[in-house]
């Protein structure tokens, strides 16, 4: 099993440019997360969605948009980027589990710079 | 407003030390994660506790959920090199699915 890829690795993009960061996973997980982390920081919520349709937003969704149309993908989409968007993306993916938390598994990261 | 505070926010020690990372906050949550995150990777998964004064080990690692549920602790015992890496608490509460991550400690061990 690949768990959880993400592309690209790594981008720039100019102020005012759009794009869209990809996130899949095989493990058949109904919960999915887009979280941002700066230098030397932990991670911040963006959006997360608890299964294909739906979705809501973290702590920091200004910027950034999200779409779950199948349980396997859950992308990102940040339109006219600004600098304060520079930061590493992570996605992650956990199984449904009642009462506790499960277990997140994370992507290898998007690095992002906007200049 | 950050509502998983950890302390210290760095770290560094020799090989063989003993430290402890604390991960506090003013709310309850129903269970709490660590992590542990490398240079350019994820974090990955290292205890869940889910019990007011649950503690769990894991080889030189002990996990401590407070009693009320609002804080934690992660003691390493004769750290070693591969112990190096970002340490991260994320709590979860009841009937929400989203995950709060504390501010992070960046532990260093020196050889």
């Known amino acids: 099993n690949a768990g959880v890829t993400q592309t690209p690795k790594f981008r720039i993009l100019k102020i005012g440019q759009s794009m869209t960061l990809q996130c899949t996973q095989d493990?058949?997980?109904?919960?999915m997360y887009w979280y941002r982390q700066d230098p030397g920081m932990g991670l911040k919520l963006i959006y997360y969605?608890?299964?294909?349709?739906?979705?809501d937003k973290g702590e920091v969704p200004n910027g950034y948009n999200v779409s779950r149309s199948t349980t396997e993908d859950f992308p990102l989409r940040l339109e006219l980027a600004a600098p304060s968007q520079t930061s590493v993306y992570f996605c992650?993916?956990?199984?449904?589990?009642?009462?506790?938390?499960?277990?997140?598994?994370f992507g290898p990261g998007t690095r992002l710079t906007v200049t | 407003t950050q509502l998983l505070e950890q302390s210290p926010q760095f770290l560094s020690i020799q090989e063989g030390e003993n430290l402890t990372v604390y991960c506090n906050s003013s709310?309850?949550?129903?269970?709490l994660q660590w992590y542990r995150q490398e240079p350019g990777e994820g974090p990955v998964l290292l205890v869940t506790?889910?019990?007011?004064?649950e503690v769990k080990k894991l080889k030189r690692l002990t996990f401590q959920f407070g009693d009320a549920r609002k804080d934690s602790s992660l003691h390493i015992t004769a750290a070693q090199p591969g112990d190096t890496g970002l340490y991260l608490c994320?709590?979860?509460?009841?009937?929400?699915?989203?995950?709060?991550f504390g501010t992070g400690t960046r532990l260093k061990v020196l050889a």
């Open positions: 493990m058949n997980h109904n919960y």
């Open positions: 709310s309850v949550f129903s269970s």
């Open positions: 994320a709590g979860g509460r009841l009937g929400t699915y989203k995950y709060i």
């Open positions: 969605s608890v299964g294909a349709g739906i979705t």
């Open positions: 506790v889910v019990t007011g004064g």
């Open positions: 992650a993916s956990s199984e449904a589990r009642t009462g506790v938390l499960g277990e997140q598994y």
